[in-house]
C-alpha cells in the first residue's frame, strides 16, 4: 500500500496532539487516511471515494476540523517538540522525497 507508512506516519503525529483527543479514534484514522490519499495523489481524482465512505461510514464533511489539525502538524506548523516522530520516519526511504500540500480541500 502506496500510503500505508505515510497513514501510520499521520497517525503517530495525531497521537501526542491535545488538541485530537475530542476525536474518536476512527475519525482520527479517517483524516489520516484522507491526507495520506491527497499527499500521494497527483491527479484530480477524490481522495475520499464513495468505497470508503460506505466502508467507514464517515463524509468528508465529518472530520474536516480533525484534517486541518493533522495537516498542520504534518506541515510543523504545531507540534514543533514532535522530532522523535519526525525522526522515526525520517530514516525511511518513502519520506526522503519532499512532500509539499500547497491546496488541501476538504
Not at 7 to 35: G, N, R
Not at 37 to 62: F, H
Request: glycine share 6%; charged share 20%; with cysteine.
Amino acid at each position: 500500500m502506496r500510503g500505508g507508512l505515510r497513514i501510520y506516519y499521520l497517525i503517530d503525529l495525531s497521537l501526542v496532539d491535545y488538541k485530537l483527543v475530542k476525536f474518536l479514534p476512527s475519525i482520527i484514522a479517517a483524516s489520516a487516511v484522507f491526507l495520506a490519499r491527497v499527499i500521494i495523489t497527483t491527479s484530480k481524482m477524490n481522495p475520499w471515494c464513495p468505497a470508503l465512505q460506505e466502508y467507514t461510514g464517515y463524509k468528508a464533511v465529518d472530520w474536516r476540523e480533525c484534517v486541518l489539525i493533522i495537516h498542520d502538524l504534518f506541515l510543523g506548523r504545531r507540534g514543533g517538540s514532535l522530532v522523535a516522530v519526525r525522526d522515526k520516519y525520517k530514516q525511511t526511504k518513502v519520506f526522503h522525497e519532499d512532500i509539499v500540500i500547497t491546496n488541501l480541500i476538504v
